[in-house]
């Protein structure tokens, strides 16, 4: 998922001769760059605010809070909405493609982050609106470009990727386990023990076979009981393969990376036999006792 | 499952010399084959009006909705069998078996699919059979022939299979665990807290040990609170166990589709005997001796 | 648990020189050999005895049913009791050392099947002794010893057992969290909001981590809620180590029957220079082409 | 964490010389070494006081129990902490560096088991702080250094500390979606159905996403039960992650482990250099090119 932003990111930057003025690139170092200074004090910032203001959207929506506070929560909102509302005008006048960062994932967000304050202003009945502003949280992931955990994130990301298939096929025998259950459970309890129709059934298998079970409804019949019985130990199986898939997916993205950092067995070869699979450290071969090529520099941390 | 699924298509259409008429050979191809333009177009209007179907099924159930839009619910389902019934005739003229067909799994689910519309109109009392419709959901597997998530569900059959004598031996120790624990709650806590049976002693063990835990029945007293507390921390431990059943299965599983494609162990064959799947380093065949070629450059990723 | 229970069958068959009568040889082979067909049926019976039985344990307890058939029950069980009476009495006089045989495991829980409908006939008040017949269950694993299940439970149980001494370390940290989250639950949501206790907080604290959740007992106040949101994540990664913990066993006791079973790389050497590691069904040395050593024959199924 | 306990608690005995008297240089051998007789039985006994002493904090929050045996529990304590004390004071004598020991987490832990008793004496209304001493729980931990458990807790803390990146990320993302479906849900179902606010709706997603549900709030119109099942799929795959990063992480200690205790990747040393961890079929140093010893004959299960 980072990975992804990342690359919508990098693409919005790198792409084409730069035509801004010198100030816009240096704001757009500050803005965009993490590696300077200015960039991570920047950083920091706009995490502090993008936290301050969802915390109060929460605490807003808290009746008791709400009643007590409601001056000094207006007032932060609106500090922190003009605050929002120059840091997306400066994003887009800084960005190398204006037109392309507005369009973006990021670009979206950060408009959808200003927008319901101004739209409440104007329409009285928008305050509804104001809860799109938890959509702010998404822009913490930005931020995340600063760390070394952008590669973690990208091995997550690829591990879920390499899987996808796979779960794709689990899902649709999971979503056709659950309405067979739930259709038969509809038969076997009926309306007058809680499952009222057949999308209630089909909730409850949800809630059944993700072993979350709520207890809102819940069989009440023997033979409901016995099917739910069957339905549980199903669905304890069925949870094992999941973790599975991720699992095998992971061991094969680490197996990935480890490969083009170059550090796995075998990046080097015997000028002599033509062995390969040198541990990482081999200066000479293993089979032959030649002397082995040097290392290749280390292609970056992948 | 999905393999399953394939190897009965398969083995259906492929047996003996095919003596049909020509434009039943046509129509077989549009009907069970997805590699023609007709053929895609046909399953994707298959899926949608199977989608259709199973929603108003579901929604017939919902009794709000049902008191409303009766009539076109009504005349929406009898389209639709009348549909199902017109593709289920095309599917038994153009099979090149039809009496295998009709005995094969999704013959007799096909068949499912459009009886109970007809029993009902015969029999007042048979209403209920129409809840049977729910099973066309089947059918969407039959499109699962399709797409390349064939080779995953074969992937994740084949580990599930690999690993069915230790799910078994595991669930023989779950359920006799189960047994024990439910009777032993059922002596603890007694009728008057909810244990009323053993069965039921037996019932909240289940949903406890799968950590279902709906609530409707839960230990009251002291020590039954405590023996739930050993039950819970035991479940825990078990639940890793199928997890690592599977997980196991499935790295299994990758390993030996490796080996089939060839693309781990080395791709090179012996130019003599026609061996495949030799180590990484080998420079002889395992086989017959011969020497073998030089390795290949790197091809991809396989 | 099924590889212990066989030990302890075995070590109780073969010690010492056989000085039994000849009938009782052959007696001894039909109840404890499976390999033969007497064998096999006297098996398949005592199965279905079992099974049979427990339901009756079972049924006896739903108050509806047994007032109905409180009769036929009481007679069935006479004549099961009968009958594991004597199996008891023959297993004793077939067995090679019979107060071996009555001092195993197997031995106590045959006993404990029949014992209680004795006693709860001398004894009026005993009556709630006979659930102690569920205990039969049990001896279901003896039929275990049939079948090839047995070698999958050994790698299940091994798995287990080398992963004993981190599940240790796991559950000394588990029982420290839940003792001091409970604690702390305790005090922030008081008597007042069903934390009773310090022992009703750790029996939250336990139905918390393990995902249980039956929802008798949850926070009520603003800071509980928080606490429980800290604790349940918290045990969302927990969950995730006793996992770990048994895949990598489990991946271990596979390699290691592999290993045992001969198959894996690397059971035999070439005899020029030496190399391992050869594929199962090398008959060249994949390094230098000379021919290897044959197979040795496999050494039994681990 | 036992690894990091462990650390300090050797930085703190072996650094600088020991200026100690002889006495109290025997007193830390028994009070921190476990190796000798003296050094097990202080250990046991130690471990029977603390258990002791946590089940007299729990049995005096029940309430029943609490009336009924005031007095007894009330010396109990007394009796306890007066140990404690004494030992806190021996362990201050005999360390090499008291003010050392005395900053160390241990030494902090064992401060906070006795103080509050002293402090609910002087100040009426500490009676609270008692509670405390359930902190007591944590110095068992101390005693893992006695056993080979320490090894084991090495890998497992080795394995989470290897994850803790692709945690942190997998954290991030948890929590941002936990936010992002409290909020939608508490807009989708309203303070009517018990979603009286956006910390609540989070708190619901919580039990939800981690498959706790306990049930005290559900989702009860349409579309929120719609959402909640969309909600649950998504935990159902979300709870595979942590379980493959920590899988993924313990194979990798293992892996690391084996490596350094020189078990695997061949046990023969370098007769020039002295390098170990050679590849199975190395014939020649990769440090040094020497010609390696002979494969020894295996040396076991290593």
Redesign the interface.
Known sequence: ??GAFRHRYTSAMSGGTDRRAAWRVNLGNVIYDADTPAGRAFDLLLIAAIVLS?LA???D???GFQRRYAAPLRDLEWALTVLFTAEYLLRLVSARHPAHYARSFFGVVDLLSILPAYLALLIPGAQ?LL?VR??R??R??RV?KLV??L???R??SR??QASL??????????L?LV??IG?LM??VEG?SNGF?????G??WA???L???????I?PRT?WG??L??LA??L???I?????????????QA?AERRHEDGTSL?ARECSRC??????S???????????LPKVPPASGTG
């Open positions: 998922m980072a969802v959207v929460m605490l929506s808290v009746s509804v809860i938890v959509l949280l998404l913490i992931f995340l070394r955990y590669s973690e994130a091995v997550l591990a879920l298939a796979k779960i794709v096929v689990f899902l649709a025998v999971v056709t309405v067979l259709t509809y038969v309306p009222t129709s057949i999308p209630t089909i909730y949800i809630v059944t993700t072993t979350v079970g709520y207890g809102d819940a023997g009981k016995a739910a019985s549980m130990i669905g304890y199986g949870i094992a393969v999941p973790t599975g898939i991720v699992t095998v997916g992971l061991t680490h075998g033509g062995l390969k699979a040198h541990q450290d081999a200066r000479y071969c293993r089979r032959c006792g030649e002397a």
